[in-house]
């Protein structure tokens, strides 16, 4: 990410627009104790969701925002592993919930969501939910992600997308310029 955009992802005014995100991703939603969490970026989602499982796993690829949430996260119910959610080193069927909050679009191929995709699915327990958001490219999504690795992911084909990959009872909602969904890996 570039300096404007990581000083944003830390910013309170992005961590109540993102809390308000996860508040309705999450509502009605049983996570169980033991939430992956992909694309943690510098954690303002995982200060939130950790209040809210018994032990929380943050994936992050970005060495420094990794070390960095680390670091901040020692001593609490987080443990965060620096790796690539699209080939992810936990067995089939570990996490009771997975969550992505506004991290898809910078994974930067089509192929490498998807695949991304079945890995949330393949780590879930049985019925488990897979849950988040992400947002779409407008005027301002556009200066805040200058230089960055950006593919944006297309709300209205999504839903498709997350069925191709093994989810069922697929939820989609949209607010302002975010898309949110909520999927079950089946039972």
Known sequence: ??????????????????????????????????????????GVSTDWLR???QHLTAVE????????????????????VEGDATELDFPDNTFSAVSSFTMLHHVPTPE????????????L????PFFGSDST????????????????????AFAGRLEAAGFEEVAMSTFATDFGFRARKPS
């Open 1 to 42: 990410m570039n300096i404007v955009h990581r000083w944003y992802c830390k910013s309170d005014m992005w961590a109540k627009r993102l809390t308000k995100g996860m508040t309705v991703a999450t509502q009605d939603l049983d996570l169980g104790d033991n939430l992956l969490e992909i694309g943690p970026g510098p």
């Open 51 to 53: 209040e809210r499982v």
């Open 61 to 80: 690829i970005d060495h420094k925002l990794a070390r960095a949430l680390s670091q901040r996260m020692e001593g609490t119910n987080v443990t965060v």
């Open 112 to 123: 490498l969501q998807d695949k991304l995709l079945a890995e949330a699915c393949r780590v």
């Open 125 to 128: 327990e049985p019925g488990a």
């Open 137 to 156: 490219p407008n005027f301002l999504w556009n200066i805040f992600h200058v230089f960055d690795t950006r593919m944006p992911v297309d709300p209205d």
